[in-house]
């Protein structure tokens, strides 16, 4: 470690050590997350897995990357950075999982203006723990210190799954029909979308984020703001493989009216009739002076991942969900028509 040190690097903002002090911070956490298939240790120029593939006829990789987005403003200005990665790792593997596919392994990036060895390893306790949450291994990540281009007290942060599926397997909307019913997976928050904005709502740089807000039922507002991505994988796996599931969307950025009709086909509209709405979205709404369309058009409103399946499955797909946990409920029906219908 001492014999790559360099002073003028040092000098010029990067501490190649500090490096070498965050891998051995987060190799526990890391740990945490090996499954089977790892056949790599951390460090190498590459992460490996071993792809199982029994019980596949046609094994197919599914692939999703995201980032968390300006959400990590609200974990600067708390100073608290163990969250963050769930939020990375729920917006991949929620991705893929759309398709059918169960995640494999992940792989982060962080680039940050000075590399604090704790804080790095903080921030992947987090990766770790999303994945875990996922059934899939952190194999593999790149730590980029870069002075001058981020300030010294921020990052970004990035990253992306592989998850598999037996062709037969992927979900498909084309066989979704009217009449189908649409189940609702509450969302735990505003997730990991629209920060932008809620961010300008709240004026959050100077908003006392730790006083208790009485409409959020006494929790403060940095605390709900920065309540982590929920990560649907084990309670869909386990409905995939209770009934028949058509197809299945992840609430995300562009809300209800952009990601529900990425789960229909041509010719089909959602008939929405019940939302359970959490109590932040109602303060944003209310802040922000919006109205209902422009509400569900930019935030999950209270419903993470939505899934279709055939009406005379409902009943079994909801126990199934709220047996693994998830307070699912039916949010509408697949109707004649396009779009959404609120």
Known sequence: MNNSHSERYAAAGVDITAGYRAVELMKAHIARTMTAGVVSDVGGFGGLFELDTRGMERPVLVSGTDGVGTKLKLAFLLDRHDTVGIDCVAMCVNDVLCCGARPLFFLDYVACGKNVPERIAEIVSGVAEGCCQAGAALIGGETAEMPGFYPAEEYDLAGFAVGVVDRAKILDKSAVRPGDAILALPSSGVHSNGFSLVRQ??????????????????????????TPTRIYVRPMLALMEAVSVKSAAHITGGGFFENIPRSLPEGCAARVDRVDILPIFRLIAEKAAMGQREMFNTFNMGVGMTAVVAEADAGRALEVLQAAGVAAYRMGTVVEGQGVLL
């Open 201 to 226: 709502v709240f004026d959050v740089e100077h908003a006392d984020l730790r006083a208790p807000v009485a409409a959020l039922d006494g929790k403060g507002l940095g605390e709900t703001l920065l």
